[in-house]
C-alpha cells in the first residue's frame, strides 16, 4: 500500500522539486479566508460561476447559497451571491451579501479580490462611480481575464 501523505506535505514536496529542477514561482499557501472549507463548498462555488456565465440566475442564487452555507467564510461567495441578487432584483439581500463579503475580507485577501468585492459593495448600494472605479481598478491588475 502507498505511503499517505497530507495534501500541504505533498504541496511542500511538490514546490522543492520544482524549485530545484525548473523555473516557475514558489508555490504560496492561500490564506484561510481563501480556501474554501468543504469540497461541496468549491463545488456549489463554481456551479454557481458557471450558472452565472450562462445567465442561469437561478440556479446561481441556489448554488451561491449552497456554498455559502458550506463555507460561510469564504468572501468572495458572497460577493457573487450579491452579483446574483442584483440582477434578480433584491436589493436588501444583495447589500447584506455585499457588507457580508467585507467582513470577510483580511490582511490575506488577494488585491483584486478585494477590489471586486468593493466594487460589489459600491454596486450593491448603487453607488455607480465607485463601482466603475474599483471595476476600471480590478481590470486593470488583471488586463488578461476577460471575466
Not at 495534501?7 to 529542477?21: D, L, S, T
Not at 447559497?65 to 463555507?71: I, K, L, P
Not at 447584506?96 to 483580511?106: D, K, P, T, Y
Request: proline share 4%; glycine share 8%.
Amino acid at each position: 500500500m502507498a505511503e499517505r501523505i497530507p495534501i500541504v506535505a505533498a504541496a511542500g514536496r511538490v514546490q522543492e522539486y520544482f524549485k530545484v529542477n525548473g523555473p516557475g514561482r514558489a508555490y504560496v499557501a492561500r490564506s484561510p479566508s481563501q480556501r474554501f472549507q468543504s469540497l461541496e463548498a468549491a463545488r456549489a462555488y463554481e456551479q454557481g460561476l458557471n450558472a452565472y456565465e450562462m445567465q442561469e440566475y437561478g440556479a446561481a442564487l441556489t448554488a451561491f447559497r449552497r456554498a455559502a452555507s458550506e463555507d460561510g467564510q469564504h468572501a468572495l461567495t458572497y460577493a457573487w451571491l450579491s452579483r446574483v441578487l442584483l440582477v434578480l432584483e433584491r436589493g436588501n439581500e444583495a447589500v447584506e451579501a455585499a457588507q457580508r463579503a467585507g467582513q470577510l475580507v483580511g490582511d490575506g485577501t488577494p488585491p483584486s479580490d478585494a477590489l471586486f468585492i468593493e466594487a460589489t459593495i459600491a454596486d450593491s448600494r448603487r453607488d455607480l462611480v465607485l463601482a466603475e472605479d474599483r471595476y476600471r481598478k480590478l481590470q486593470q491588475t488583471r488586463p488578461d481575464d476577460a471575466g
